[in-house]
């Protein structure tokens, strides 16, 4: 479903589909470089990172692993609470592993902060960050993302993973939410 299809309920298409893959590429091909040599571990954080997890894992031309986190901090809301819960933990032992965190987005950073320091805790070999998006006027705390799609301004976005209240997530662009859909 491409954003266009339902405008009322969004403002502006902040980043489309061939913005994005462009973008997972030319990532890819850094993080090739920088885990040459090395066994790679994906952790996707459900449910908003799957679209960003499938496109990118394809778009690295190597072998990797990939594992799962499902936390949840924001409810049906759109502001972080900052409490967060696991879900679903990962199935892999991460020790001595080098992990790459595959996220949707960083607002606050307060997801993030935790689960490093969650993953820290596990004794990984190293882990980084990659975010397709991140809004930078939003962080309540420093995440160190070594790879990052597109700063955004502050505004509920929705589309590729995102969502609101479980829908957009289908819609293969970026877009802003109106505020009339959840004021
Ligand atoms: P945090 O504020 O902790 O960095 O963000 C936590 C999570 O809230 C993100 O991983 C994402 O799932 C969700 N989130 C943050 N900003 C937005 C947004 O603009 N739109 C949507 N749909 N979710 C968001
Ligand atoms: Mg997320
Ligand atoms: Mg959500």
Request: net charge negative.
């Amino acid at each position: 479903m491409r954003a266009a299809e339902i405008a009322d309920q969004l403002t502006d298409v902040l980043v489309t589909e061939e913005e994005i893959q462009a973008k997972l590429e030319q990532l890819a091909r850094q993080v090739e470089a920088d885990y040459e040599g090395k066994d790679l571990l994906l952790v996707g954080v459900l449910k908003g990172a799957v679209m960003v997890m499938a496109d990118f894992a394809r778009s690295l031309k190597r072998p990797i692993e990939m594992d799962w986190m499902a936390v949840s901090s924001y409810g049906a809301s759109t502001k972080s609470s900052g409490v967060v819960q696991i879900r679903k933990d990962l199935d892999t032992d991460i020790s001595g592993k080098h992990v790459l965190i595959v996220e949707d987005i960083i607002d606050s950073g307060l997801t993030l902060s935790w689960l490093l320091e969650n993953f820290a805790s596990r004794g990984a070999a190293s882990i980084e960050v990659l975010a397709l998006l991140r809004k930078p006027e939003a962080a309540k705390v420093e995440i160190d993302c070594r790879y990052v799609g597109f700063d955004i301004p502050v505004e509920f976005v929705v589309g590729y993973g995102l969502d609101f209240a479980e829908k957009y997530r289908n819609l293969r662009d970026v877009a802003v939410l109106a505020p009339h859909v959840y004021a």
